[in-house]
């Protein structure tokens, strides 16, 4: 996670009155924040991140560096420069169930497969036996 920034440097350019309300705090505490007469608390260090900065490790550390959710509603990869919007959140979260799913059943069907080729060879196996029998009852017959 990054060094945490001031939070005059955070709170620079933004618009007190909205800022003071975001926090729930009066304009008092929020001008002593800033000119640096007290100290916020860490936890409005870290919220100010996750809201303008869109910083995910602000709250969920180093590995979530990179991670972002931005204003656009969107929740940014990385590794992915498109957004996903909170549908295909989900969506991804049943299609890996379905996944998973689907990779235990392949599992059994390839179990059961391999039961049948082990029949099949079985079975051959008597074919051949019974027609070198039925072959052996004709010349004794014949």
């Known amino acids: ?17 909205y800022l003071a309300d975001f926090l ?5 505490t929020l001008r002593r924040w800033k000119s640096g007469a007290s100290k ?3 936890a409005v260090t870290l919220l100010l991140r996750l809201k303008f900065e869109s910083d995910l490790s602000a ?9 972002r959710l931005r204003p656009d509603g969107k929740f940014y ?34 179990a ?15 074919c051949q036996v019974e027609s070198r029998m039925g072959l052996m009852l004709a010349r004794i017959a014949g």
Request: proline share 6%.
């Open 1 to 17: 996670m990054r060094s945490i920034e001031s939070f005059a440097d955070l709170a620079a350019g933004l618009n007190e009155d």
């Open 24 to 28: 729930q705090v009066d304009l008092k």
């Open 40 to 42: 916020p608390p860490h």
């Open 59 to 67: 709250l969920g550390g180093p590995e979530w560096e990179g991670f």
């Open 77 to 110: 990869h990385p590794f992915w420069e498109r957004g996903f919007d909170p549908g295909q959140l989900k969506a991804m979260f049943f299609m890996v169930q379905d996944a998973w799913a689907d990779k235990r059943d392949l599992e059994s069907l390839r």
């Open 112 to 126: 059961e497969l391999a039961d049948l080729r082990k029949s099949e060879a079985f079975y051959r196996r008597q």
